[in-house]
Nanobody, 114 residues
């Protein structure tokens, strides 16, 4: 399975961005998909997840601002990010697996200016 994240960019605080993660290979609908992020000088952290059932779960720091969704027909998972804050600045990665995250894409950089 190969994953490609896209949609990052430079935005101002309060803006909206939608990240996409498109998969090739494998049976996309079988995978749990997670978004992670890594800010400069910090550890990578979990952001949001989408289960095979369609259930979603979020890190506390993005609840109410970020929404993860998937389109199995398009082999794509989205991360809609609203009310962005400077502390959301990071490289965002998508990952997939049956339970643990076995497959990782290259990240997409999100920079939020104040």
């Amino acid at each position: 399975v190969q994953l490609q994240a896209s949609g990052g960019g430079l935005v101002q605080a309060g803006a909206f961005l939608r990240l996409s993660c498109t998969a090739s290979g494998g049976t996309f609908s079988s995978y749990v998909i997670h978004w992670f992020r890594q800010a400069p000088g910090k550890e990578r952290e979990f952001v949001a997840g989408n289960a095979r059932s369609g259930g979603t779960y979020y890190a506390d720091f993005v609840k109410g601002r970020f929404t993860i969704s998937r389109d199995n027909a398009a082999n794509t998972v989205y991360l809609q990010m609203s009310s962005l804050k400077p502390e959301d600045t990071a490289v965002y990665y998508c990952a997939a697996g049956l339970s643990r995250m076995d497959y990782w894409g290259k990240g997409t950089l999100v920079t939020v200016s104040s």
